[in-house]
């Protein structure tokens, strides 16, 4: 069966500190990755989305991810954290028309 | 507000009722999903629609839980004879029906089973 793992269950850093949260994946099928993020109180919305092309993706808000094939990775990284990027972040794979989820990282920023 | 609504938000129910929850998706999209999230996990997936044919059904879904899209816009997810272990947040999301994946979320359904 198709899986996600995500390294951090809690990570909490101050304001401007990087970010850096590990996802890997299961081997097979069609590799179509994103990084969903839950702001308290909000949907899940959209990060970013890996589907081909240049490993290194950019998203909303500052943040990007490297697709690595040869270790299963998809990171998920931020030079400088904010205050406002106080949320849980799912790493995701499709998979046939439905998204498998990894178990989500809380990232608490403190001020 | 064009993004995907479900109603109800919250839903405290005793166990041994049946329960609905309704999904409206985007408009545009074919593409329905159900999944199903309990604290501090991921969404697993429960079902989905290309439009009213319902494609694949997780293992998840025992026999009391059936889903429908009539008329391929609105679903309802319903729930018969719930249990304490059915207790959990219900996501929706919908999808414009190409293959990159990207699903659009609604706020949830909060389900208590007492």
């Known amino acids: 069966a198709q899986s996600v793992s995500q390294h951090n269950h809690h990570v909490i850093l101050s304001e401007a500190a990087s970010l850096e949260l590990g996802c890997n994946y299961s081997y097979g099928g069609t590799v179509n990755l994103f990084w969903y993020v839950q702001y308290p109180g909000q949907h899940l919305q959209l990060l970013l989305k890996y589907f081909s092309g240049d490993p290194l993706v950019k998203g909303i808000k500052g943040f990007e991810a490297e697709f690595i094939k040869s270790k299963f990775s998809f990171n998920l990284r931020k030079p400088s954290v904010q205050w406002s990027d106080t949320a849980e972040y799912f790493c995701?794979?499709?998979?046939?028309?439905?998204?498998?989820f990894g178990q989500g990282t809380t990232l608490q920023v403190k001020p | 507000d064009t993004g995907v609504s479900q109603n109800p938000r919250h839903k405290i129910t005793k166990r041994g009722q049946n329960v609905t929850f309704r999904c409206d998706p985007i408009s545009e999209h074919n593409r329905l999903y159900w999944y199903r999230q309990t604290l501090g996990q991921g969404p697993e997936f429960l079902t989905y629609?290309?439009?009213?044919?319902?494609?694949?059904k997780s293992r998840l879904l025992s026999d009391r839980f059936s889903a429908e899209r009539p008329k391929g816009s609105f679903s309802t997810l319903e729930i018969q004879r719930t249990e304490q272990g059915d207790s959990a947040m219900y996501l929706c999301?919908?999808?414009?029906?190409?293959?990159?994946?990207?699903?659009?979320f609604g706020p949830g359904t909060r389900l208590t089973v007492l």
């Open positions: 629609f290309q439009n009213e044919a319902q494609l694949e």
């Open positions: 995701v794979k499709w998979n046939t028309g439905k998204l498998i």
């Open positions: 999301a919908s999808s414009g029906g190409t293959s990159d994946g990207e699903q659009f």
